[in-house]
């Protein structure tokens, strides 16, 4: 078997960081499903009004808040949210919302350690406003994409991918919820999969052992 | 109801030119489908060898060849695509293969009347090759895209698209033969809904009317 395991010789449960900015109902639906070999340690906020942080607090997950504007640079914002991470002993990184690119900083810290969710199928729509990228375009299939975070927009190495139907008369909102239904289950079962030493990365490709 | 009728007015049967270059397995998917209210009027290659020629004269089906290199420029052997569909009186192209990309030239004499079926979801992968691009990045769907034909490469508006699971284990060969499945399925569906008078197109959007 070739291929790299990301969370290989780390303790469980894996201790999990949710990065996230809106709402979170990404976060609610990973301690929804109160993943095997997972724990929900931290969640961290870019906006001191995420929904997110409330969900984390009534879950008992602690939370922590920083301002992008209380930083110098995109790169001392991001050595914060290492060190924020790192003092709540994370293993792992879930981007659940989070409306920021990550820098080196960050990412050569939790290197194929931080996964991502996108409303699309990658390479299609990387970046803002997939769903509205995608009913603008006018195609018929689309759908989410869980992935390992890289220094590009939504570029990273693919775990999962679920394919939603375009209707004729969706707009934005109601296509992402349509896909939203794939996200809430598709990052929790790669959070397992992680959890379970089943996943192995080799560069772009990504393999999801049988269980 | 909203959107253009790309072949109102045109009499029934619809006559059908196929482009191909290569083999015509997507020609032999319309030849079997008999698909109705489309008679296939003509096979056009742009290779004297494509085996999609020998598909035709086998169904009956006129063919000509067209070889790029007696002409002295791409306007050139797209006005005389133009004059030989013309002579052969075909209303609807079918892009089976074809591997040249058409100038204005070609699209302005048949718009919104020319269709190719890409082996990918649009717009992912498009271009040459596009099953061993979508294994080269590593996606777990991809699929194919039946679409109207503009100037640029597989960015016309979308008539149909099918998704298509990736296997740990595919090469560019084995994908390209499952999405090969769905063209073989989506190419013959969409010139029966258009011969029957349900497609629609409202810029970039396409919506197929129910029967």
Known sequence: MTGVDPVAGLPRPL???????GSGSNLQAVLDAAVPGVVPALVLSDKPAAGALERARRAGVATE???????????????AL?????RHDT???????????????F??????????????L????PGLNAPAQAVGWGVKVTGCTVHFVDAGVDTGPIIAQAAVPVADDDTADTLHDRIRVEEHRLLPAALGWLAAGRV????????????
Do not use: I, K, W, Y
């Open 15 to 21: 201790r999990l960081g949710v990065l996230a900015s």
């Open 65 to 79: 808040v920083l301002r992008p504007r209380d930083f110098a640079s995109r790169e001392a914002f991001d050595a």
């Open 82 to 86: 290492v060190e924020t991470l790192r």
């Open 91 to 105: 293993h792992l990184v879930a981007l659940a919302g989070f409306m920021r690119l990550l820098t080196p900083v």
């Open 107 to 120: 990412l050569d810290e939790f290197r194929l350690r931080v996964v991502n969710v996108h409303p699309a």
């Open 122 to 125: 990658c390479p299609s729509f």
């Open 200 to 211: 192995r990365v080799d560069g772009r490709h990504v393999r999801v052992l049988p269980e």
